[in-house]
């Protein structure tokens, strides 16, 4: 069974460009998260998806940040303009949660990443 | 609320040594409770869970970790350690809250090994 697909991999932009990156799920998991890792930090959630409805994006930078869960399976996230500080990892994460917000699959499992160079 | 405390941002070893990384939690809901590694430009793997059957839970590569609620700890633990233990090892708390799975990061432990 192929685990949580991201690309790309790396990126390197100017600051001020746009930039997205894309996440595909495993197969039949509900719960989609994305989250970004600074440097020496642990992962801080962006954004969660219970199918196709963003149900906490609190952490969200709203006025350049944007993303999307079309169809409840694969998603991107968009970075618009992107600013130097918004260098970093960014991780997706999916898994099976029951329809009382049970954990089915008891863990999150994460894709490799997306590392993002703001010059 | 939930939140997750990792009481050491780096623990140095010699290899064939043990290795404790120490964790402490808080949660609202009954939590669940996770360890996660991640080797340098890797993706997080899971080492062990901890879902309410036993305390003392085994996970892989010789780790375990034991759950002691009246502390509210959960300590990740290896008798001895090897050289490719080398990594960022995060505990994660989370709780079920309104309907939803939401699971909280550790800072993380920068686990160092010597020859």
């Known amino acids: 069974e192929a685990g949580v697909v991201q690309s790309p991999r790396y990126k390197i932009i100017e600051k001020k460009q746009p930039v997205a990156f894309w996440c595909n799920p495993i197969?039949?998991?509900?719960?989609l998260y994305w989250y970004r890792q600074n440097l020496g930090q642990g992962p801080e959630l962006l954004i969660r998806?219970?199918?196709?409805?963003?149900?906490?994006d609190s952490q969200l930078p709203k006025d350049r940040f944007s993303a999307e869960r079309l169809k409840g399976v694969d998603s991107t996230l968009k970075i618009q303009p992107a600013e130097l500080g918004d260098s970093a990892v960014y991780l997706c994460?999916?898994?099976?949660?029951?329809?009382?917000?049970?954990?089915?699959?008891?863990?999150?499992?994460f894709g490799p990443g997306t590392r993002l160079t703001v010059l | 609320a939930q939140s997750v405390t990792q009481l050491d941002s780096h623990v140095s070893v010699s290899e064939g040594t043990p290795v404790l990384l120490r964790c402490n939690y808080s949660s609202s809901y009954s939590p669940s409770l996770f360890w996660y590694v991640q080797h340098p430009n890797k993706g997080l793997q899971l080492l062990l869970k901890?879902?309410?059957?036993?305390?003392l839970v085994k996970g892989i590569n010789g780790f375990e970790a034991e759950f002691k609620k009246s502390e509210t700890s959960f300590h990740l633990t290896k008798p001895s350690a090897h050289m490719s233990d080398a990594a960022e090892y995060f505990c994660v708390v989370s709780g079920v809250g309104g309907g939803s799975y939401i699971p909280t990061f550790g800072r993380g432990t920068s686990l160092i090994v010597h020859p």
């Open positions: 994460a999916s898994t099976l949660v029951g329809f009382r917000g049970e954990l089915r699959s008891h863990e999150q499992f």
């Open positions: 197969s039949g998991h509900n719960t």
């Open positions: 998806y219970e199918n196709e409805e963003a149900v906490d």
């Open positions: 901890y879902t309410s059957a036993a305390t």
